[in-house]
Structures are given as C-alpha cells and as structure tokens.
C-alpha cells in the first residue's frame, strides 16, 4: 500500500512539475541602452478563434512593464522567428506597449495576416533587440503569460505553452519510467 502511494504522489508531482506555470523570457539592457528579450525555448499557441481581421500574429507577454511607454520599436532586430503549422519562418517587426489589450503588456508583432481555429503558430527561440535605447531598466527575468492577439487586440489563442528541449523531455521520461518500473525491496533479513 505503502508503495502504491508513493507512485501515486511522485506521478502528482511529475504532472505538476509539467503544469506551465507561464513561459520564461528574460531580458537584458535598458537604463539608457537597447533593450534583449530573450526567449529561451520555442512556444506553442493553438488559435482558437478566426476572423479575417486577424493580422499579425501579435504575440502578447502580460505583465512585462510599460518599457516603451506606450510606444513600440518598428526597426529591431530579431533571431526569433515564427511558423505556422510547421510552414516556414516568418519574420518578427517589432517590439511594443501600445499594441496589446494592457499597456503593461509586451507585444512582438508579426507580419503573416490570417489564421484559422486549430492553427498552431510556433514562436521559435532567440532574442529581439530594440534599435532604440530604452531610459526603463529591463524588465524582471521571469515566467510570463502568453497569448496570441490581433491589431484590434482580440485574443485568438489559448495561452502559449512552452516547447521542451529534447534533452528536457529525455531525462523527465527516463525519471517517469524509472518510478513506473521501481521495485520495492522486501524485508532486510537480520
């Protein structure tokens, strides 16, 4: 019984241990510089609702800060790039505060118009650094929710989900498996 228990917790906390909790960005510069937001593995949106006013896409990071105060950078330059369904790399354009639903939102716009519900946009891992310097310190480093948004702000995914390195995924199986296939040894004999 003892045994049963235990596998019962350590899958509870290989389950919550998965439960995203937000995405991990992190950023550096700021105070007079440009500003990096590095985003350190891809990210996976499923869109959940289409219209054909959906430009973009607009990935939305909340609560970031207001590090543009209300403005955005249109010249920064970019290594994250997106795809849609697994097509092909689409380049980022810039970085904003005035372009999601909160000012204290951070928003990287995209320029492929259109998508339809069951689409799945990647946000592919890298940085954007503003071609502006940025008076704001850079934002905390941290875990962030994410979603995807139109120009008119209207949410048209669920919240983004972080992809796993390969590595990642390898060593949570192998503990998975090894907490499936673990014996309990008997009594020691005195």
Do not use: W
Request: glycine share 12%; proline share 7%; with cysteine.
């Amino acid at each position: 019984m003892r045994t049963l228990l235990y596998y019962l917790v350590a899958v509870l906390v290989l389950l919550c241990g998965s439960a995203r909790a937000g995405v991990i960005v992190s950023f550096s510069g700021g105070n007079g510089t440009p500003i990096t937001l590095t985003l350190p593995q891809p990210v996976d949106y499923a869109i959940t609702s289409s219209t054909p006013t959906l430009s973009g896409p607009y990935f939305v990071f909340q609560n970031v800060g207001n590090i543009f105060a209300g403005g955005f950078d249109n010249a920064g330059s970019s290594t994250i790039t997106y795809s849609v369904n697994g097509g092909p790399a689409q380049s980022l354009t810039s970085l904003a505060n005035n372009q999601a639903p909160n000012p204290i939102d951070l928003t990287i716009l995209g320029t492929q118009t259109g998508a339809t519900v069951g689409n799945i946009v990647r946000l592919n891992a890298g940085t954007f650094t503003s071609s502006v310097n940025v008076a704001a310190a850079p934002p905390m480093n941290g875990s962030y929710d994410t979603f995807v948004v139109d120009n008119n702000g209207a949410q048209h995914s669920g919240l983004g989900v972080s992809v796993p390195e390969p590595q990642s995924a390898v060593i949570l199986a192998s503990g998975a498996m090894g907490l499936m296939f673990g014996r309990r040894r008997g009594p020691k004999s005195h």
